[in-house]
């Protein structure tokens, strides 16, 4: 069922399919950017042809590609994956658009909140095994990342002073450096929310 949102349109967020998100959006934050695939291919470092196949909803991009490719369009990460979204929103456990690191399953970010308009914050949960640190890039200048380990424990922060999360423990740190979130136990569970 449709749901609406405070805009007047309506939403099926449901059966919402990640790659035909991330096409639409890149293809719409592309256009306002008012470049061609081209050059924000060379600004994003990544391939011409991995960016038209995301554009045309048939690549399955990972994590890294995404966070390139919404800094070299200077937006947030959650413009490329997020979904129209209803008044009141419930994301079960193991719904939501998921995207992966790399090629592997060992660490998933699915975005439960995007930041609405005039606003800069995303909200995500965080899903990793043990044994595969995740190590970002700098995101945008003025990034703030906080993490909440709900589940196992994790070494999170700037990758030189990162810091021990047990459960319950928070940390924040700046997003514009560069940053880990290291799984100490397998099955761990923290939530990111990202600001700037």
């Not at 929103?89 to 992966?100: A, F, K, S, Y």
Request: with cysteine.
């Amino acid at each position: 069922m449709d749901d609406v949102r405070q805009d007047g349109r309506s939403a099926d967020i449901s059966n919402a399919n990640p790659q035909k998100l991330v096409a639409a959006a890149l293809k719409r934050e592309r256009t306002r950017a008012g470049l061609s695939i081209t050059e924000l291919a060379r600004r994003a470092g990544i391939g011409k042809s991995t960016l038209s196949q995301l554009e045309s909803g048939d690549g399955n991009p990972s994590v890294e590609t995404l966070w390139s490719i919404s800094v070299a369009l200077g937006i947030q990460f959650s413009a490329l994956v997020d979904a129209p979204r209803p008044n009141v929103e419930v994301i079960r456990l193991g719904e939501g658009p998921t995207i992966t690191a790399g090629e592997a399953d060992f660490y998933t970010a699915t975005l439960l909140s995007a930041a609405r308009h005039g606003t800069r914050r995303d909200v995500y949960l965080i899903r990793a095994d043990r044994g595969r640190p995740r190590v970002s890039q700098p995101h945008a200048r003025g990034v703030v990342e906080h993490v909440v380990v709900c589940v196992g424990r994790a070494k999170a922060g700037p990758t030189e002073s990162a810091v021990v999360l047990n459960p319950g423990d928070y940390v924040n740190y700046p997003g514009d450096v560069e940053h880990i979130f290291d799984a100490l136990d397998d099955g761990t569970i923290a939530v990111l929310l990202s600001e700037s």
